[in-house]
């Protein structure tokens, strides 16, 4: 089982173009990611698998000061996070996995976006989701952003996914990410998503978005 996936070299210096490219409304989803938590009364927030920081900078750009922890096992994805917040005042970032988050301190909401469909088994995945979930006072919001669903649901949405890309693509590369969505990622079902998440301490997670094979939850921590 791999719990931890490294992105490196060019998958960290175009991680930002691809996935604009490949993951339409990504935007759309990440800007609205302050509003969807505005509610959320300690504003401690801790973002696992932050990668370049895409989600911390939505947060950092609001009127509401968020004080935000982000985590990622890539040094070449948090190096650009790093330099990235140099001057922004209430981020903290740390290379490595949730382990190595030493604080006693709880936060008060979580995300964890385009991470979970990279980590082999579902063992795997509830650790890390009950590891979250150990971390977060009770109430807190949690977002999810996953390739989420059976085989059969995960081939039919790549076809609606093709339908999205830009026209300009590489016809090779896009067939191969194709294949390598459908055949090497850990998609599971919403079904089992769900399960994992409530055994993880979370409320039923509510889906709020979908586009083609991207799913986005929210839950609670009980
Ligand atoms: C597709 S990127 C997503 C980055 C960011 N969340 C975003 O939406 O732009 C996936 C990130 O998950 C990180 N990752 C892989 N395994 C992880 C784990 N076990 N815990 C935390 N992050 C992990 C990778 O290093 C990578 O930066």
Not at 54 to 83: C, H, L, Y
Not at 98 to 104: Q, V, Y
Not at 149 to 156: A, D, L, M, S
Request: hydrophobic share 40%.
């Amino acid at each position: 089982m791999k719990s931890v996936e490294i992105f490196e070299n060019q998958r960290a210096s175009n991680y930002n173009t691809f996935v604009e490219t490949w993951i339409p409304n990504y935007h759309y989803f990440m800007n609205n990611l302050p509003n969807i938590l505005n509610d959320t009364e300690n504003k401690n927030l801790l973002v696992v698998g932050c990668g370049t920081g895409a989600e911390i900078e939505r947060f950092t750009n609001t009127s509401t000061s968020w004080k935000v922890t982000g985590i990622d096992p890539s040094p070449e994805m948090i190096s650009q996070a790093i330099e990235k917040f140099k001057n922004v005042g209430n981020v903290q970032l740390i290379e490595g996995t949730i382990d190595d988050i030493n604080s006693a301190e709880k936060f008060g909401a979580a995300t964890l976006l385009l991470v979970l469909h990279f980590i082999e088994g579902i063992e795997a995945k509830f650790d890390l989701l009950k590891s979250i979930s150990a971390k977060l006072e009770s109430n807190a919001p949690f977002v999810l952003l996953d390739i989420t669903g059976t085989k059969q649901q995960i081939k039919e949405n790549l076809k609606i996914l093709s339908h999205l890309l830009p026209t300009n693509l590489d016809k090779e590369d896009v067939k191969n990410r194709l294949y390598r969505i459908e055949n090497k990622l850990h998609a599971i079902s919403e079904d089992q998503l769900k399960e994992i998440i409530v055994k993880a301490g979370f409320e039923t997670p509510t889906r709020f978005f979908q586009n083609s094979i991207y799913m986005g939850w929210i839950t609670r921590k009980r």
